[in-house]
T-cell receptor, first 111, second 115 residues
Framework: EDKVVQSPLSLVVHEGDTVTLNCSYEVTNFRSLLWYKQEKKAPTFLFMLTSSGIEKKSGRLSSILDKKELFSILNITATQTGDSAVYLCAVSTSGTYKYIFGTGTRLKVLA | DGGITQSPKYLFRKEGQNVTLSCEQNLNHDAMYWYRQDPGQGLRLIYY???????QKGDIAEGYSVSREKKESFPLTVTSAQKNPTAFYLC??????????????FGPGTRLTVL
């Protein structure tokens, strides 16, 4: 059975801290891994990773994929209160159009 | 503006009633999806559709039904057979793997409450 596991489930940090969120997966016919940020309602897209070892970066956020060890990490440096959200990891598989989501990591950044 | 719209934003249902959640997209995407999100849980796939007039069951399809008569529209009906329908429902679309990237775009969601 395909599955995506995220850790930790929740995390509380102070502004300025650096956090690392983890996503591991076991799927058949891996195609890509996606990270989303969900604040109140609709998840918003952050990154899509398909190749191992290539870092995607956007401002204070960065992510990397390890296809050999079947995991990805999402780093957030110099956290701000606006980073408080649930971060979702999803994996897409070839040929099925399906996306398998993890349960998410709830991040709370304290001022 | 291109995007995905869902309506209504909030929906209240009495037990035993069927209700239909609307999802429309003007992104010219081939694939559309319905997810359910419960507190503390990730997104669970209800149904998905790759092309018009075709759809497949996801992991939790029991008690739900869908149709895909138009490319832009993918309504979800929550039937009285769904035992615990109170949840947040998200609709999403993607361009489709054969045509391009895998990125899914989400609508704003419908919060369904059974009274």
């Amino acid at each position: 059975e395909d599955k995506v596991v995220q850790s930790p489930l929740s995390l509380v940090v102070h502004e300025g801290d650096t956090v690392t969120l983890n996503c591991s997966y076991e799927v058949t016919n891996f195609r890509s891994l996606l990270w989303y940020k969900q604040e109140k309602k609709a998840p918003t897209f952050l990154f899509m990773l398909t190749s191992s070892g290539i870092e995607k970066k956007s401002g204070r956020l960065s992510s990397i994929l390890d296809k050999k060890e079947l995991f990805s990490i999402l780093n957030i440096t110099a956290t701000q209160t606006g980073d408080s959200a649930v971060y979702l990891c999803a994996v897409s598989t070839s040929g099925t159009y399906k996306y398998i989501f993890g349960t998410g990591t709830r991040l709370k950044v304290l001022a | 503006d291109g995007g995905i719209t869902q309506s209504p934003k909030y929906l209240f249902r009495k037990e035993g009633q069927n209700v239909t959640l609307s999802c429309e997209q003007n992104l010219n995407h081939d694939a559309m999806y319905w997810y359910r999100q419960d507190p503390g849980q990730g997104l669970r796939l209800i149904y998905y559709s790759q092309i018009v007039n075709d759809f497949q069951k996801g992991d939790i399809a029991e008690g739900y039904s869908v149709s895909r008569e138009k490319k832009e529209s993918f309504p979800l009906t929550v039937t009285s057979a769904q035992k615990n329908p109170t949840a947040f429902y998200l609709c999403a679309s993607s361009i489709g793997q054969l045509r391009g990237t895998d990125t899914q775009y989400f609508g704003p969601g419908t919060r369904l409450t059974v009274l």
